[in-house]
């Protein structure tokens, strides 16, 4: 199971706010460093972390490795500290398309009253091709 911005994730917003104590948002979350901050970050159980990427498949791939993950460690497989599979998910934030900056903000609105506690801001910043540093006003 993936959980994008138009999943049900709680019951409500007020059950979202009471679960977690932070929020966090990790840009170019599907591989590399921003992967790696997002994977430490779904180990605190009381943050809800939030993988932004421009690919759907890559971020929902991530999002369902942390959770495979979060299982086995519930069962006792795992590496320690990732506690619970409900504070993973994915949002689809592309440089180059404005509108989904837009989208980030209103499920950030609906969800979690617009509180942010954590930005990793890490979309675009390597500097080895295929890269678009440098190319579009957001970087």
Same mark, same amino acid.
């Given at each position: 199971?993936?959980? #994008?911005?138009? #999943?049900? +994730? ?13 929020? !966090? +948002?990790?840009?170019?979350? @599907? ?6 901050? !997002?994977?430490?970050? =779904?180990? %605190?159980? %009381?943050?809800f972390c939030i993988l932004g990427c421009r690919n759907e498949t890559l971020g929902l791939a991530v999002v369902n490795e942390l959770l495979q993950e979060q299982e086995q460690t519930k ?6 500290? /990732?506690?619970?599979?409900? @504070?993973?998910?994915? /949002?689809? &934030?592309? +440089? @180059?398309?404005? #509108?989904?900056?837009?989208? !980030? ?10 509180? +942010?506690? &954590?930005? /990793? @801001?890490?979309? =675009?910043?390597?500097?080895? %091709? ?10």
């Amino acid at each position: 199971i993936a959980l #994008s911005p138009s #999943s049900t +994730l709680l019951s409500s917003k007020n059950d979202m706010m009471k679960q977690f104590k932070r929020v !966090a +948002l990790v840009t170019g979350a @599907n591989k590399g460093i921003g992967k790696e901050i !997002a994977r430490k970050l =779904a180990a %605190d159980k %009381d943050t809800f972390c939030i993988l932004g990427c421009r690919n759907e498949t890559l971020g929902l791939a991530v999002v369902n490795e942390l959770l495979q993950e979060q299982e086995q460690t519930k069962e006792g497989e795992g590496d320690e500290g /990732i506690y619970s599979c409900d @504070n993973v998910a994915y /949002i689809r &934030i592309d +440089l @180059n398309d404005p #509108s989904t900056f837009e989208s !980030a903000v209103s499920y950030l609105e609906q969800n979690f009253n617009g509180n +942010l506690d &954590i930005l /990793i @801001n890490n979309a =675009a910043v390597c500097f080895n %091709d295929p890269t678009i540093y440098g190319q579009v006003p957001y970087t």
